[in-house]
């Protein structure tokens, strides 16, 4: 069966584009920044707030930029650990675009899920649809090929959603009557075992069993566990760390509830969990 052709891919996403030129060409805002307003937006809507952007489109400006910002404000809150949250949320008028209260509590307890989410969206559908409008803001100079043939935005990699890279034009895998691209597949059901993985450290002198650790997690949130990897001993017979790859990134933040490290008391002895990071 044929691909999709680029021009039908830019008109099934028509919206969206009209929104992401709003805020690049109208407004003028920062096209890295406005990329990852649009993927928050574009995860709200596949998480069940539907019509989000297709209501944005109708917006004035200045309306459209006050939402952005609020949209900003949250991709900021993602990075940041122990603020206080506002009496109002902090998203009064998200709030009410969506029709449901919602507050930058929202974003502290999903934050490894919306920012596995947001990676995920920038890779598989912000790459696709706004490169010709990318091309037109920073001109043939400005976004130039790399010697792999890629197109590189400025102001990625991000510290927190890592790369922004734009593949050559190949669309074969975009099979409009291919079943795949039509079920009901959330975006957090399609990140890389990074996002999923996490580092545990034990007391030493209190050694933990692969076993122990395996059945307290499982009890208390279920079939989690993709990969358990305990660490090499460096006192006797005593691992003092592990890393555990979960099936998916949400049971990151179940485990974790909204801190960066989570502590828990395993027949007597302590694990601490955190979110691992690759340092290459």
């Known amino acids: 069966m044929a691909p999709i052709t680029l021009e039908e891919l830019y008109q099934f996403h028509k919206i969206d584009r009209k929104v992401f030129s709003c805020l690049v060409i109208n407004l003028a805002r920062n096209p890295a920044q406005s990329l990852l307003v649009m993927a928050l937006w574009l995860w709200l809507e596949n998480i069940g ?32 650990e122990n603020r206080r949250i506002p009496n109002n949320g902090g998203l009064p008028l998200t709030s009410t675009l969506i029709h449901s209260q919602i507050s930058l509590q929202f974003f502290t307890q999903k934050r490894f899920t919306v920012i596995a989410s947001i990676k995920a969206t920038l890779s598989k559908i912000c790459t696709r ?56 597949k959330r975006v957090c059901d399609d990140v890389n075992d990074d996002d999923k993985t996490m580092f545990l450290t034990f007391s030493r002198g ?56 989570a502590k828990f008391r395993v027949n007597g002895k302590h694990i601490w969990i955190r979110k691992y990071e690759r340092r290459d």
């Open 129 to 184: 649809i706004f490169t010709d409008i990318l091309q037109h803001i920073f001109g043939s100079t400005s976004l130039a090929p790399s010697p792999q043939n890629l197109l590189i935005v400025p102001g990625f990699p991000h510290p927190l959603f890592g790369s922004f890279i734009i593949p050559p034009t190949h669309l074969e895998e975009l099979d409009l009557f291919d079943p795949r691209i039509w079920d009901n």
């Open 49 to 80: 707030f539907p019509n989000i952007i297709p209501m944005l489109a109708n917006f004035p400006n200045t309306l459209i930029n006050a939402l952005a910002d609020e949209a900003e404000t949250c991709l900021e809150w993602l990075g940041l």
């Open 206 to 261: 209190f050694p933990v069993t692969e076993d122990e650790v395996s059945h307290f997690l499982t009890s208390r949130y279920g079939d989690c566990i993709k990969v358990l990897n305990m660490g090499n001993s460096e006192t006797g017979n005593q691992v003092l760390f592990a890393t555990m790859i979960l099936n998916n990134v949400e049971t990151v933040d179940e485990i974790l509830s909204g801190k960066y490290i």
